[in-house]
C-alpha cells in the first residue's frame, strides 16, 4: 500500500516458481558481511538525513539467526523518543502475505480449494464484467488480475467508514480497462474479499481471528496487532510523518480496518524476526511446524505474471506475483518482497530462502524510497553485486520528482486570484454524488468552497478560485494531493465537478455529479 503498495512502480521498473525441497535451517554462525558489520549504521544515518526519515527500523535474519534488530532515529520530531527493535509501524501491504497463507493453510486443511469460485463462500459476489464474476476464484482475488488499474476504487475505499461487506459489493463499479486473468492492476479490494473468505469457510472465524490464532500465537509475535484502531494511544509506536507538499510534518493515523486483510497489520522488527525466521525454514519456527511446507510453497507459485524483461537497474530479470508476495531473481537468487505504504509510514519485507537472508525495514516518512534502496543495498552485500550506493542512485531520481511537484503546486498557487468567478460562489454549493464514492457535499465558507466527504467523516478539502471553473483542491489531509477541482457548467447551472487525488492513492479522477 504507498499508498497501498508502497515501491510498485519502482519494483515493476526493476523487474518463480517455488520447486525447492524443504529444507532445515543448519545451526550454524552466520558469517561476517562487511557492509552490515562496517557501514550499516552509518549508511542508515546518512540516509535519514537525506531523506528527511524521522526514524527507521530494521532487522536481518541470517542463516536462522537475526544478526541485526534495532532502530535508529526517533518516534517522534523533537522529542527524545528513539526507535528501537520494538516500535511499532504500519507495514500495510505486507499484512497481504497474512491473508495468502492464511488461504494457503485453509486449502491444505481441506477447508476450501483455492481454485473454488468465489460465489461459493461469498454469495452475490460481482464483478463489472458478467463472465469474470463467474469464473472469479479465491486465488484470482488475491492475483490483482481483475483487469483493473492499479488502485482503482481505493479513493473510495481508503480511510472510509465503508464496511468490508460494502467494499466487496461496490467491487461491481469498478469498471476494467483491461481483460480479466489478463492485465495486472494492484487491487486493495481483492484481499478485502479474501480475507471475508475466512469467515466463510472456517464457520464464523475472522480474518483478526484466524492470523493471531494461527501465525502471532504460535510465533509468539506478542506485540503484533491485527487492526490499526487506537494505534496512536499505544506505548512505542512511530508517529507519520509526511513532506510530499511542505516541509517535514505529522500527518494523521490511518484508519483501515476495513481493509485489514489488505493491510491492516501494525507491527516491529522484533516480531516480524520471526515470521521471516518461518519463511526461511520451511514453515518452521523453533522446530515446530505452524505452516505445511506445502501452504508456503503455494504463497510462493506465480499467481500473476508482471514482467520478463531485464532490469537496466538491477540485475533482474522477471518479477511474479504469488498470495501476498512478490518473486523474482536478483543476481542469480530467487527472491521474494513485498512493500507496504500507510500515509506516513513505508516498509518493506523480503527473504532469499536459497541464502537464509531475511529483511524487514520500516520508516515513518511516507515520501522517500530509502527503505527500498537500503533493501536492495543489503541485497547487493549479500548476493556479491558490486558496490552501487543505491540510495544516491534513487536520491536523484526522487529529487528531481520533487522540483517538479514543487513547480505544479507553484503553478496552482499563482492561479489563485482574487476576483471572482462567473457564477456566485453559492451556486456551486450543493449535493453532489458518483456512482462508486457516493455522496459529497460542498458548501460556501467565506471566500472558499468546502467539501466534505460522507464516508470519510475525517475527510473534507477547501477550493480556492483560480480561473475558468476550476479551483484549487486543498484536502486537510495534505497526503492526499493539491489538484485542480473542475466544474462542468451547462449554461448557467453547475452540473458536476472533477475532483483528483494523489496517484498512490487512485489514478483517474472522479466526476461527482450535482443532484
Known amino acids: 500500500m504507498r499508498k497501498h503498495l508502497a515501491g510498485l512502480a519502482l519494483t515493476l521498473t526493476t523487474i518463480c516458481l517455488s520447486i525447492s525441497c524443504p529444507h532445515t535451517v543448519e545451526a550454524q554462525t552466520p558469517g561476517p558481511n562487511r557492509f552490515v558489520t562496517d557501514s550499516l549504521d552509518s549508511y542508515i544515518q546518512r540516509g535519514l538525513r537525506q531523506w528527511q526519515i524521522p526514524g527507521l527500523a530494521i532487522v536481518i535474519v541470517k542463516n536462522g539467526q537475526v544478526v541485526v534488530a534495532k532502530g535508529y532515529g526517533t518516534r517522534a520530531v523533537g522529542k527524545n523518543e528513539p526507535v528501537d527493535a520494538n516500535t511499532l509501524f504500519m507495514i500495510a501491504s505486507n499484512s497481504k502475505l497474512f491473508t495468502g497463507t492464511a488461504l494457503a493453510k485453509l486449502e491444505d486443511e481441506k477447508k476450501l480449494s483455492l481454485n473454488d469460485h468465489a460465489v461459493k463462500y461469498l454469495p452475490g459476489f460481482r464483478l463489472y464484467d458478467s463472465t469474470a464474476s463467474r469464473l472469479v476464484t479465491v486465488r484470482d482475488l488475491m492475483g490483482h488480475h481483475f483487469g483493473t488499474k492499479t488502485f482503482q476504487g481505493d479513493f473510495t475505499f481508503w480511510d472510509s467508514n465503508l464496511s468490508r461487506e460494502e467494499i466487496i459489493k461496490r467491487m461491481r463499479l469498478l469498471k476494467p480497462n483491461g481483460e480479466f486473468r489478463k492485465d495486472y492492476g494492484y487491487c486493495n479490494a481483492g484481499f478485502v474479499a479474501a480475507g471475508q473468505v475466512i469467515p466463510a469457510a472456517t464457520g464464523g472465524t475472522t480474518w483478526e481471528a484466524y492470523v493471531q490464532q494461527n501465525f502471532l500465537l504460535p510465533l509468539g509475535m506478542t506485540n503484533t496487532y491485527t487492526g490499526t484502531a487506537g494505534l496512536a494511544q499505544r506505548p512505542n509506536v512511530a508517529i507519520p510523518y509526511s513532506n510530499t507538499y511542505g516541509p517535514l510534518a505529522p500527518v494523521p493515523f490511518d484508519e483501515i480496518d476495513n481493509l485489514g486483510p489488505a493491510g491492516g497489520i501494525v507491527s516491529n522488527v522484533a516480531d ?45 530479470h522477471y518479477i511474479t506475483y504469488g498470495l501476498g508476495v512478490f518473486s523474482g531473481d536478483y543476481n542469480g537468487k530467487q527472491i521474494y518482497w513485498h512493500t507496504g505504504g500507510a500515509t506516513g509510514f513505508v516498509s518493506n519485507t523480503c527473504f532469499v530462502p536459497e541464502e537464509q537472508i531475511g529483511i524487514a525495514i520500516l520508516t515513518n516518512n511516507d515520501n522517500q524510497s530509502f527503505f527500498e534502496a537500503l533493501r536492495y543495498q543489503l541485497l547487493d552485500s549479500y548476493l556479491g553485486v558490486p558496490y552501487t550506493n543505491r540510495s544516491a542512485q534513487l536520491l536523484k531520481g526522487a529529487r528531481e520528482e520533487e522540483k517538479a511537484l514543487k513547480a505544479t503546486v507553484a503553478r496552482l498557487n499563482t492561479r489563485v486570484k482574487k476576483n471572482k468567478p462567473a457564477l ?4 456551486y454549493a450543493g449535493n453532489y454524488t458518483h456512482p462508486l464514492f457516493g455522496p459529497i457535499t460542498i458548501e460556501q465558507k467565506g471566500k472558499q468552497l468546502l467539501v466534505r466527504f460522507a464516508t470519510h467523516p475525517g475527510l473534507t478539502a477547501t477550493l480556492d478560485y483560480m480561473d475558468g471553473q476550476e479551483f484549487r483542491t486543498t484536502y486537510s489531509n495534505l497526503t492526499f494531493g493539491i489538484y485542480p477541482a473542475v466544474f462542468k457548467v451547462e449554461g448557467n447551472k453547475i452540473s458536476g465537478v472533477e475532483l483528483k487525488v494523489n496517484d498512490f492513492l487512485e489514478y483517474d479522477p472522479y466526476f461527482f455529479t450535482k443532484g
Open 424 to 427: 456566485a460562489l453559492s451556486a
Open 272 to 316: 516480524l524476526g520471526k515470521w521471516l525466521k518461518m519463511q526461511l525454514d520451511s514453515g518452521r519456527y523453533e522446530g515446530k511446524q505452524v505452516v505445511s511446507w506445502a501452504a508456503v510453497r503455494k504463497t510462493r507459485d506465480p499467481n500473476t505474471l508482471l514482467s520478463t524483461r531485464k532490469s537496466t537497474a538491477f540485475p533482474m
